[in-house]
């Protein structure tokens, strides 16, 4: 099963697609969708629909988990990422893929224990749950990544694996 | 030319279809968008998705007007209309149609030449300008018909008009 996480922005979108379930859980692709400030709106939008669709033929996630977006964080960048997460969150429920919203704070308490978590102690975490010997890089991968994994977290194990 | 107005919603979207030039200007299709408030915001995105589309298809506009988000009116309501606004304008450029942006204060200054006309004094002079008998309803509908106005106010004159 994969989980395609989201950061969700218009200038940088972070993106990780995880695989596994526990201690065994890997990413598979990560990185970060740019769109160009200098250009207008509505074609930064469809770059971004391009490169998500892209990435849904690729892996054909099961679920998409998406961080909330905060209007009160940033009136002068919401709107972007407003928008931006709208296209990302259509394109992949048209292809039937389960797109799921998480909170700020659900993600901090996922994945740290603490909605309250610090962005370097989420990207701590993420490093440890996901094996690897860096932190991932830049933020809005680990932070795609988190959300991730706070999906994972809340979803119930197969039956097979709580024998 | 076909000129798309859009007044942008999750809940409601607004459009109305122009066509012509000064006082020639007709609405040739308008109409209200819904999705459902107790359905999943993905799969209201994509029901919206799927309707601009069909505009898009049908009448091939070769301009989607569409009124600029306004985070400061109401926080509650503007990451859905992000979210709608995102949809639309990344759908609509796919398809090569120009998209612009305009601010409700500009939509009232160009069909009111007053940028703080109230909603009745828009929805009256949206009325004339198109030559109805009565004022278009819902008012997103209304609200659509004006920023495509706009647009159109905006928009230099074939060079054969100016003759």
């Known amino acids: 099963m994969f989980v395609l996480g989201i950061d ?25 969708i740019t769109t160009e400030p200098h250009e207008p709106v509505p074609q930064r939008l469809v770059a971004l629909q391009q490169e998500i669709r892209r990435l849904l033929d690729e892996f054909a996630p099961s679920v998409l988990a998406i961080e909330r977006v905060l209007f009160q964080i940033n009136v002068r960048t919401a709107m972007g990422v407003g928008q931006a997460a709208g296209v990302v969150m259509a394109e992949a ?3 039937g893929c389960e797109v799921v919203e998480y909170s700020p704070n659900q993600v901090k308490q996922a994945v740290c224990g603490d ?24 933020a ?24």
Chains 1, 2 share one sequence.
């Open 8 to 32: 969700p922005g218009l200038s940088r979108c972070g993106y990780s697609i995880l695989s596994g379930r526990g201690a065994s859980t890997r990413a598979v692709a990560a990185g970060v």
């Open 93 to 95: 429920a048209a292809t």
């Open 115 to 138: 909605g309250a978590a610090t962005k370097q102690q989420v990207g701590e975490m993420v490093r440890m749950l996901l094996g690897l010997s860096e932190q991932l890089r830049p």
């Open 140 to 163: 809005d991968v680990s932070d795609a990544a988190a959300v991730a994994l706070c999906h994972m977290a809340q979803s119930p194990a197969p039956a097979v694996a709580r024998r």
